[in-house]
């Protein structure tokens, strides 16, 4: 894809150095590419086109910032990260890498980069995600880029995720309203979250308040703050989270539950950044940055009259749509991956193929939240290595057991796997015995609670024999992975 251009304004006077990068890529026309975006804000460069080269460079001469490439024609990109990152060097790390490759991502993630951009990507976008990691002008402190702890959200290589990471790595560049829109389940505190750490106030306070967790009584109050004596029981005064927020980011989530009349208090302090406490008679003022998020069609409440239009106006300036999982199936896998890793001791676990396809079949009303939710249950119910779909909730597995087929003879399912397998290019009789035999062990181990001394005495069989047999299981559970 040819990266656009993009015009630096350097306030007409000479641009201040914003630091070293290393860029390792081997694509000609893309590093110099990037490398011409990168000059342009104000970088200095070094470029390699081979992780050895690469290497030697990260050895020889300090950098700010390491570009990496996973697809490096001598060495995987990621290796060469392993490296750093053993060696203790801390140096923030952006990873490209290439378009629908998920286990590159979350591998880098775990690895310890700050970032990664999944190509073909504009060299706007580049450029944003370059400001980021090495901060403002002058070195000033900062917090990273939250990677680490928001990859889930990052997670996906279908063309809705692309556009939301799109518009998400617009709003961190901007300070206008911004409005997250989404089933629930789908990251919209999180992908909020993300937009304050990785914008200009993110030195600020992160103050979000749920607009349905309160009673329409005491949540003008929440928001606002109260003077003392403004009720009964307001023996102080209190402020509210729209005074806490004072230069940082208040985040409403559900704000489709705003009362009417506080959607118009809201409103004048959306444009005037100005509001009254409860029972106040000076008027406050509070700089801070306006996101909300909602699972509702708030379009739809505009013509119902349950929304104010001015107020969609101004909160919509820039819309971010997270989109449900149900619409990016291709992701489950490399999602699952990842919240297996994170859970306690999902990282000595491994899911059969079988249970992948049982994942990627559901139909995740709940979205990510409630895949996170399967994948920690299934991890606490698996005593084995092998997650296999029994481990699975009951909801994960039920999909269409209503439709399902009467139950056919071993015979006839024997017939209907053969039947497939033997259509595929390449099969052979060794390859059926085997894989028919992983399946029996499989089965078999999981009955045993994985413990193969005791069901090699209770079926009769070689310890040894069974060994082998766990290895080759394990090997093609890896493979599969």
Request: contains cysteine; glycine residues 10%.
């Amino acid at each position: 894809e040819k990266l656009e251009e993009v015009k630096f304004d350097s306030g007409g006077g000479r641009m201040k150095e914003r630091g070293k990068v290393l860029l390792i890529e081997d694509e000609a026309a893309l590093a110099e590419a990037m490398a011409k975006g990168l000059r342009k804000m104000g970088c200095r460069t070094t470029s390699a086109a081979s992780a050895a080269e690469g290497e030697k460079h990260w050895r020889t001469a300090a950098a700010d910032l390491v570009v990496l490439d996973v697809g490096l024609p001598d060495r995987d990109g990621l290796e060469l990260l392993e490296t750093m990152r053993t060696e203790g060097d801390e140096t923030p790390v952006l990873v490209v890498t290439a378009h629908g490759n998920l286990r590159n991502a979350v591998t880098a993630r775990r690895l310890g980069a700050e970032d990664y951009l999944v190509k073909p990507f504009g060299l706007r976008e580049f450029v944003e995600r370059v400001e980021a990691l090495l901060g403002p002008v002058g070195g000033e402190e900062e917090d990273r880029f939250p990677s680490r702890d928001s990859g889930a959200l990052f997670i996906g290589s279908g063309e809705a995720m692309q556009e939301t990471f799109s518009r998400i790595a617009h709003a961190c560049a901007t300070e206008v309203p911004v409005l997250l829109t989404g089933p629930t389940g789908t990251g919209k505190t999180l992908a909020a979250r993300v937009i304050h750490a990785d914008g200009a106030r993110r030195s600020g306070p992160f103050v979000a308040l749920a607009c349905n967790a309160f009673p329409a009584s005491m949540l003008e109050s929440e928001l606002f703050g109260h003077a003392k004596n403004a009720f009964t029981g307001a023996g102080e005064a209190r402020p509210g989270h729209v005074e806490r927020a004072e230069g940082g980011t208040l985040f409403l989530d559900e704000i489709g539950e705003l009362p009417l009349d506080l959607q118009a208090k809201l409103l004048r302090f959306a444009e005037e950044k100005i509001f009254c406490p409860v029972g106040g008679r000076k008027e406050l003022r509070v700089d801070a940055r306006l996101v909300a998020a909602t699972n509702r069609n708030l379009r739809e409440e505009v013509e119902a009259g349950r929304f104010r239009e001015d107020l969609y106006y101004r909160l919509s300036v820039l819309e971010v749509a997270l989109p449900s999982l149900s619409r990016r199936p291709e992701d489950v896998p490399a999602l699952a991956s990842f919240f297996l890793g994170k859970a306690k001791g999902g990282g000595e676990k491994r899911f059969a193929s079988d249970t992948l396809d049982a994942l990627k079949a559901r139909d995740w009303r709940g979205n990510v939240r409630e895949l996170r939710n399967a994948v920690e249950r299934a991890v606490a119910t698996c005593p084995g290595h092998l997650i296999l779909p029994r481990h699975l909730s009951e909801e994960t597995t039920e999909k269409g057991a209503e439709e399902e087929a009467p139950a056919v003879s071993l015979a006839r399912a024997l017939g209907l796997w053969l039947g497939e397998r033997l259509a595929a290019e390449g099969a052979s009789y060794r390859a059926l015995s085997e894989e028919l035999e992983d399946l029996l062990v499989a089965d078999l181990l999981e009955r045993f609670e994985g413990k193969s001394t005791r069901m090699a005495e209770a079926l009769g069989m070689n310890r040894n024999t069974l060994l082998a047999r766990r290895r080759r299981l394990e090997k093609r559970c890896e493979k599969e992975a």
